[in-house]
């Protein structure tokens, strides 16, 4: 039984992995992530980029021509093979599963389609009471099984060699998509909903936050050593209303998942929130370019890892320029406390071997220290 | 002669409005704005919003149907008329010349084609150093008569009600759109070249500056009493890339115009901006509501009119939140040196008379003062 609406053009098959065996994180061999999510001294800091499973990647658009998005994420095969390209194409530090925030949608009855290169769409938005109290919760484990078989199998795949970070999308982030139905430039109707329908609002997060934090609970269970939190739509909000309808949610999270695993926080474009979110009991927050290396500690108090925040349209610069850039970032995070990635998804239009120079790049980094 | 291409329905009618009397700002009656943006004591703070004469007004719809784009904007009666709506309808304290930051491109021999509903596009996006040797900075006073036209005919029609404020987009802006050719979401081919041909980004840039100028100072002497240069694309760029990319160019602007008429600079998302150009030629800087009142107030140290930020969404709230809202922020950012405003354009979805609702609430605000 599930409420999954997908237009599959093949049967999904589902895998069996072995989940008897637990992973602990001393089996892990390259633990920079961790060790940075933890705040203990790294050699130099690790680095992964925000969709580096992306559609830079031909070996991905191939994928992408041949099973239509929910086959991709709903097959662990498939998901498993996507995660696992740019360990080994990029040599990143870290593998994060291919999935999509919207399977949390999808898993409380809510229909999503994806239309390639259009981006998602639910035709029932959510808009009454009624609406609300249909939603489902519960049993996660069923309705997304397919994550945690993929995530498992992904697992065995590393087979220790680096971390596997699982995640979810922020209770904003999903509302905004459930109340307006689509992608939006300013969330007018998310909006509107969050401010005249304000009980029915908070309803609605508080669902979301609810199954999200099984969700993620049970993504650690099928073997994410670590898990983000993608808030995409948080900067449309004020500090204020950031306040009211985003962080409660992000703490309740945090708190709630993170004995299970570190928690990395991504609420984009919210630099007015920093000094709050590193009080929280995230590991990381993850920062975007429009705040400087160097503000962001301070209005971190240098109390917590940073995660970021190269503007992505800088890998379509000579690679030269992107490495010394990288340089530059490192040099103003300092790399203690701190994971290198982009301040945002890396984009299609990307050369791979770009993408690999800004990894080359921090790797890089430790030996410039080790001169000196 | 003209280099502009359009695509006009029906011919233009130019009118031949008197300039020979100049209008002094002591001519004007309700003068609030011009007085916050000298610093001069308020009885109330001044209140107009972006994109007041827009989609959110039935007559301007009616007016949409019937001409073109580029008619509306090159036709003096038309854009006059355009202008005086909301000042006649809503009540604000201040028109805005009805016009588009891209006669810029066109002005410099640039083709901007404009589908209502689908945005603007350049066909011929700006590529090669012969690109831009290409284009002209000079006429801009033929060129664009057309604004001149109406922005003296508007004047006329206000007769010293309220004043007049003309308008440039920022150089950043306008190369955005001139690299692109189009609107997008991360601007990245406007970044790659600013990244990897920054001796020509720099060369565009100066040339866009250099008309705008010319313009700006133009708008002045046919009208217009302050003018706002909307650098709507600022926030794409990261604190270290709008120092080299578009602060000195907003800069240059505000230092050769300020003798004519005060300026607003309006670079939208640059929080970590307010600082540098609150110690700028600019008499006001506009913030969207990414900042709060009081962090604009700070990070400006009190040195500056600041103007805005009310979300437009908010205008989509049942009419008491909005002047509840409304009321509150007036109460953060204090009526001295504030012009009351909305943190972006005003959208089309927006009930009139919400937006009624919003001008009606600054301008009862002077009445708590008093009973207080």
Redesign the interface.
């Known amino acids: 039984m599930s409420v999954i609406k997908n237009d599959l053009k093949r049967p999904v098959r589902f895998t069996k992995p072995d989940r008897s065996k637990e992973h602990s994180m001393s089996e892990i061999k390259n633990d920079l992530l961790l060790k940075a999510l933890r705040k203990e001294k790294v050699e130099r800091p690790p680095v992964w980029m925000m969709r580096q499973a992306g559609r830079y990647l031909p070996d991905y658009i191939k994928l992408r021509d041949k099973y239509d998005f929910f086959t991709r994420v709903q097959t662990p095969e498939l998901a498993a093979d996507i995660t696992l390209k740019p360990f080994h194409q990029i040599g990143v530090d870290a593998a994060i599963i291919f999935s999509d925030i919207l399977v949390i949608p999808q898993a409380m009855g809510v229909e999503v389609l994806m239309e390639e290169g259009k981006g998602p769409s639910l035709p029932k938005s959510i808009k009454t009471q009624k609406d609300i109290d249909a939603l489902n919760t519960n049993n996660v484990d069923e309705y997304l099984k397919y994550v945690f078989d993929a995530l498992s199998l992904t697992k065995k795949e590393l087979n220790g060699a680096v971390p596997l970070i699982g995640f979810a999308g922020a209770p904003w982030t999903i509302f905004c998509y459930m109340i307006e139905g689509k992608g939006s430039k300013?969330?007018?109707n998310a909006?509107?909903f969050a401010?005249?329908e304000t009980e029915l609002a908070h309803q609605l997060l508080q669902k979301i936050t609810t199954i999200t934090i099984d969700y993620l609970k049970a993504q650690t269970k099928a073997g994410a050593d670590c898990v983000q939190v993608f808030d995409s739509w948080a900067?449309s909000l004020?500090?204020?209303?950031f306040k009211i309808f985003a962080q409660p949610y992000l703490l309740q999270i945090a708190n709630a998942v993170k004995d299970f695993a570190p928690v990395i926080l991504f609420p984009k474009?919210t630099?007015?929130a920093l000094e709050d979110l590193s009080k929280s009991s995230a590991s990381a927050i993850g920062i975007d370019?429009?705040?400087?290396p160097k503000?962001a500690r301070a209005l971190t108090n240098n109390n917590i890892t940073l995660q970021g925040n190269f503007?992505?349209?800088?890998l379509?610069?000579?690679i030269p320029?992107i490495k010394k850039w990288v340089k530059e970032m490192i040099d103003d995070f300092g790399t203690q406390n701190y994971i290198a990635n982009l301040g945002h998804g890396i984009?299609p239009?990307v050369p791979v071997e770009h993408a690999k120079a800004f990894v080359e790049a921090v790797k890089e980094y430790q030996n410039q220290d080790l001169q000196n």
Chains 1, 2 share one sequence.
Request: glycine fraction near 6%; charged fraction near 20%; hydrophobic fraction near 25%.
């Open positions: 300013t969330w007018d909006k509107q401010y005249t900067g004020s500090p204020e209303d474009g630099w007015y370019w429009a705040v400087s503000q503007d992505p349209a800088k379509l610069a000579p320029q984009t239009n």
